[in-house]
């Protein structure tokens, strides 16, 4: 390139500072989780259970301990989801699970919801309580129960309000992490 050709597209770096970041479209796909998926699931929760208090497990889970949940979930004609980017990287999950083992709560679940963090913030949290709700309905469950940390989770508890649950619970101090004692709030949503 010749100097007069290089000056003639050069843009002075003040002109640089002023361009609007790059925006790349934040894209994924909904589907139901497969046995492939766990060790990503297992990963993204393991991430929560070492550096939050959303979850109060304080061991990381396992492979098999995933795996099993999973095998249940689906034994018992539940959703189970993951967020898929174009590339096939699982971005999170969300799934249900019987709120209590007892036959007459086989209508109530609780629903769980992890995102990678690189995914938060961008609305698949959203996406995924919505593809939750409608396959839970679908499923033929009628109550959803959203069991969530009282501090650090306010995103979470957003979330679950704009969805229509309401708050009808608080527990403090129940449960001990990181040195310090955590409550929980008791969300539901009827299905029905």
Known sequence: MLEEEYQATHRPKEAQRNLPPLQVPFEYTIR??????????????????????????????TLREIRSKFQHIVKLGMPFLVAESPSEQILGYAYVYPWKEKAAYRFTVENSIYLRAAATSKGLGKALLAELITRSKAAGLKEMIAVIADKGADASIAIHKNFGFKEIGHMGKVGYKFDRWLGTVLMQKSLK
Do not use: C, G
């Open 32 to 61: 139901d989780a497969r046995l492939q998926d766990l060790p990503d699931v297992r990963e993204i929760y393991n991430h929560y259970v070492a550096n939050s208090t959303v979850t109060f497990d304080e061991k990381p889970m």
